[in-house]
């Protein structure tokens, strides 16, 4: 069973672009949670959705930052316009039901460098 | 509110060599547990999870952690390390309000000496 899949796996871009991370979360999975990992603030949960519907993204940091679920399948995570500290690990993960006692699985991130 | 501490930043052991990682959480009630682990370059792995019953659980790669209810701990442990272990550690604690939010610890890099 195909896990969690994330692209692209490394960007580099320029301060001023407009970057987009996608995710594909494990099929069945009805939660999908995107996380921003850096040496200085550790592991930050960013936003989560649960049935394409956001319910949580108070850890969006600024309205550079966006996300969408316009399917089940599908996500994106939006910086625009990007700054060399939005430079960190992003990570997606998916989880299937609820209450609380169902493991996300993790995707093997997407490693930004704004220059 | 929910937190999760992990005392120990850092962590060396040689290999062979017994393991503790330490997790202390602060939840009001009897809490959903996780152990992660993250290799250089790769995703949280889940190594195990606790939810309620025998408080000792087991998980892949040998390890294993008990939950204490009277510390507010669920310390991971191994038996033996082996070099291939070395990577970082995050223990994890989720509500029972749903969603499946997960409060993760700043994580415990381990280092496993030949």
């Known amino acids: 069973d195909a896990g969690v899949i994330q692209s692209p796996r490394h960007e580099v871009t320029e301060m001023g672009q407009e970057v987009t991370l996608r995710c594909k979360p494990i099929?069945?999975?009805?939660?999908l949670f995107w996380y921003r990992q850096t040496m200085m603030r550790g592991l930050e949960l960013l936003i989560y959705?649960?049935?394409?519907?956001?319910?949580?993204d108070s850890g969006m940091p600024e309205d550079r930052f966006s996300a969408k679920m316009p399917n089940a399948s599908f996500s994106t995570l939006k910086i625009q316009p990007s700054e060399p500290r939005d430079s960190a690990v992003y990570f997606c993960?998916?989880?299937?039901?609820?209450?609380?006692?169902?493991?996300?699985?993790f995707g093997d991130g997407t490693r930004l460098s704004i220059l | 509110a929910q937190s999760v501490t992990q005392p120990d930043i850092h962590i060396t052991v040689s290999e062979g060599a017994s393991l503790e990682l330490r997790c202390n959480y602060s939840y009001g009630a009897t809490p959903y547990l996780f152990w992660y682990v993250q290799s250089p370059g790769q995703g949280l792995q889940l190594l195990l999870k606790?939810?309620?019953?025998?408080?000792l659980v087991q998980g892949i790669k040998g390890f294993e952690a008990e939950f204490k209810r009277s510390q507010s701990s669920f310390n991971l442990r191994k038996p033996s390390v082996h070099w291939s272990d070395a990577a970082e550690y995050f223990c994890a604690v989720g509500s029972r309000g749903g969603y499946n939010k997960l409060i993760f610890g700043a994580g415990t890099r381990l280092a496993v000496h030949p």
């Open positions: 959705f649960n049935n394409n519907v956001p319910i949580d």
């Open positions: 099929s069945g999975h009805d939660y």
């Open positions: 993960a998916s989880s299937p039901t609820t209450g609380g006692n169902q493991p996300q699985h």
């Open positions: 606790y939810f309620s019953g025998d408080t």
